[in-house]
């Protein structure tokens, strides 16, 4: 399935992006919208973010994991919804990751 001559993959991957451009915007320019080349800590949590050389094959395997379930409800809101609110919940738990440093 395509929306604009692009996979459903493409658009997650592009709105993460964007998602990820707007959240760093102003705090970390070089790497705002971008997978990161370098790797990072987060003092205070218990999470450690993985390798560089991971990002790629990472986010792959999330992108594939959405569009399966994509594929697995009826009604292509429901994922975009779906999508919207696991987004929400992803970015609440990292500013509370990020604000108990």
């Not at 973010?49 to 992108?63: A, C, F, N, S, V």
Request: hydrophobic share 40%.
């Amino acid at each position: 399935m395509t929306v604009g001559g692009k996979t459903i993959r493409e658009h997650l991957e592009g709105q993460t992006k964007n998602l990820h451009r707007q959240i760093l915007k102003g705090i970390d320019d070089e790497y705002a919208g971008v997978y990161r080349n370098v790797k990072v800590f987060i003092s205070g949590v218990q999470h450690t973010p993985p390798k560089p050389l991971k990002i790629q094959e990472e986010m792959d395997e999330l992108m594939s994991w959405y569009v399966y379930k994509a594929h697995a409800i009826k009604d292509y809101e429901d994922f975009i919804t779906l999508v919207a609110a696991e987004l929400g919940f992803s970015l609440n738990l990292y500013l509370s990751a990020v604000n108990c440093s």
